[in-house]
């Protein structure tokens, strides 16, 4: 079936210490997104690729970075994860080349900052 | 600015009846209106999608109403089950014709 992967599932790091995490996707699909999402709050826009365009969202802290080397995979770099940093972090997937086409979603790495 | 409202309190529903999801929304008019489900640790399921000139839409025991007046999205679970239970958020397209904007969810529990 065709998915969105993301690994890991956890990840644990300390404070401070830079972190990636990875998302795979095999819908051929040209937008990738990465959301921050925690506890009872909506999922945030962090930034997304349109093809290889990178869009950033304006409240994205400088500390996030990401990078797309081709369709299929994407990933989350943040330099120096702070405790505020804490929070699942979804990788999501669309094609929008028809309006209201649904967004799909990996099942998230829950990432923990000791 | 753009906002969107979802009831931040879990809806308890006893099993079989018809659970009652509401999204609100302010400041924007959207082309279409889209509802999720999120499991715990999971991320989230596109469920429904329904277009601004629709005034409702229906899958299996599922439905959804758009009424761009009231700028409110309501999203029904006819005969629930306890498999029901979930956080169900609601998104609208932003500008850019592909970007969500997304609501914080409502957790439903459906009691056996």
């Known amino acids: 079936d065709a998915m969105v992967i993301q690994n890991p599932r956890y990840q644990v790091t300390q404070f401070g210490k830079p972190v990636t995490l990875s998302c795979s996707q095999t819908?051929?699909?040209?937008?990738m997104y990465w959301y921050q999402q925690k506890s009872s709050q909506a999922p945030k826009l962090l930034f997304h690729?349109?093809?290889?365009?990178?869009?950033n969202e304006a409240d994205t802290p400088d500390n996030f970075q990401s990078r797309r080397p081709n369709t299929s995979f994407c990933f989350l770099d943040i330099r120096s994860p702070g405790l505020g940093d804490a929070a699942m972090y979804l990788c999501?997937?669309?094609?929008?080349?028809?309006?209201?086409?649904?967004?799909?979603f990996g099942d998230g790495t829950r990432l923990s900052i000791l | 600015s753009q906002k969107i409202e979802q009831n931040s309190e879990a809806l308890n529903i006893q099993e079989g009846k018809t659970a009652t999801l509401t999204c609100n929304y302010t400041?924007?008019?959207?082309?279409?209106l889209q509802w999720y489900r999120q499991d715990p640790g999971r991320g989230p399921v596109f469920l429904l999608l329904?277009?601004?000139n629709e005034k409702e839409k229906r899958k299996e025991r599922l439905k959804v109403t758009f009424d761009t007046t009231l700028k409110q999205s309501l999203f029904h679970i006819t005969a629930s089950q306890p498999a029901d239970s979930a956080t169900y958020l609601c998104?609208?397209?932003?500008?850019?014709?592909?970007?969500?904007?997304w609501g914080a969810g409502t957790k439903l529990i459906i009691k056996p």
């Open positions: 998104a609208l397209v932003a500008d850019s014709n592909y970007q969500l904007i």
């Open positions: 690729y349109y093809d290889k365009d990178f869009n």
């Open positions: 400041n924007y008019s959207p082309a279409y």
């Open positions: 999501a997937t669309s094609r929008p080349d028809r309006d209201g086409q649904p967004q799909h």
């Open positions: 819908l051929n699909h040209n937008v």
């Open positions: 329904i277009r601004e």
